[in-house]
T-cell receptor, first 115, second 115 residues
Framework: DTGVSQDPRHKITKRGQNVTFRCDPI?????LYWYRQTLGQGPEFLTY????????KSRLLSDRFSAERPKGSFSTLEIQRTEQGDSAMYLC?????????????FGPGTRLTVT | DQQVKQNSPSLSVQEGRISILNCDYT??????FLWYKKYPAEGPTFLIS?????DKNEDGRFTVFLNKSAKHLSLHIVPSQPGDSAVYFC??????????????FGSGTQLTVLP
């Protein structure tokens, strides 16, 4: 397994368009997280899945954002009617339930630019 | 409301010397702390962690110290190497009886190790 992968790595879109990002976690990981990182800041939590169930959402996740994890494997994050403030790096992470270090393994991220 | 703070945006150290990166937190519910390293165009990579029941954890050249009464932790890198040049993020996880395990990150410190 090569780790967490994300696609695309870069996305440029015009304001008002919809975009969708994909995350493939490490195969045996049952937990999946989405974070957003803006310039000069650390990653900020957006939402979390345990298997296919979305168990928590941050207040940062407005109603224009939706995330899914069908069948508890890969996940998608969709942003509808993008705004310039959505420009950021979107990071996906996965982890074990039973990992005593509570380490989350991050993907390389999708950099979104809204023009 | 920044619950995890890294007050030094940057740090420069000579190769072979000690690098000390600092992190402060405000939330008493945090019970596990992690350090991540991030190179440009890559996702954060786990470095080392510490539970709130300990005050020190070592892994090779990396040592993390936790002072719970001061709500302060630090990462020591000895000896520093040019390949250590990266952004270092401090992250914290709250104790929770529920399923949420999201990490709260600081804003990062750019470490530059000079040859």
């Amino acid at each position: 397994d090569t780790g967490v992968s994300q696609d695309p790595r870069h996305k440029i879109t015009k304001r008002g368009q919809n975009v969708t990002f994909r995350c493939d976690p490490i195969s045996e990981h049952n937990r999946l997280y989405w974070y957003r990182q803006t310039l000069g800041q650390g990653p900020e939590f957006l939402t979390y899945f345990q298997n296919e169930a979305q168990l928590e959402k941050s207040r940062l996740l407005s109603d224009r954002f939706s995330a899914e994890r069908p069948k508890g494997s890969f996940s998608t994050l969709e942003i509808q009617r993008t705004e310039q403030g959505d420009s950021a790096m979107y990071l996906c992470a996965s982890s074990f339930d039973w990992d005593s270090t509570y380490e989350q393994y991050f993907g390389p991220g999708t950099r979104l630019t809204v023009t | 409301d920044q619950q995890v703070k890294q007050n030094s945006p940057s740090l420069s150290v000579q190769e072979g010397r000690i690098s000390i990166l600092n992190c402060d937190y405000t939330n008493s519910m945090f019970d596990y702390f992690l350090w991540y390293k991030k190179y440009p165009a890559e996702g954060p990579t786990f470095l080392i962690s510490i539970s709130s029941i300990k005050d020190k954890n070592e892994d090779g050249r990396f040592t993390v110290f936790l002072n719970k009464s001061a709500k302060h932790l630090s990462l020591h890198i000895v000896p520093s190497q040019p390949g250590d040049s990266a952004v270092y993020f401090c992250a914290a996880r709250p104790f929770s009886s529920g399923s949420a395990r999201q990490l709260t990150f600081g804003s990062g410190t750019q470490l530059t190790v000079l040859p």
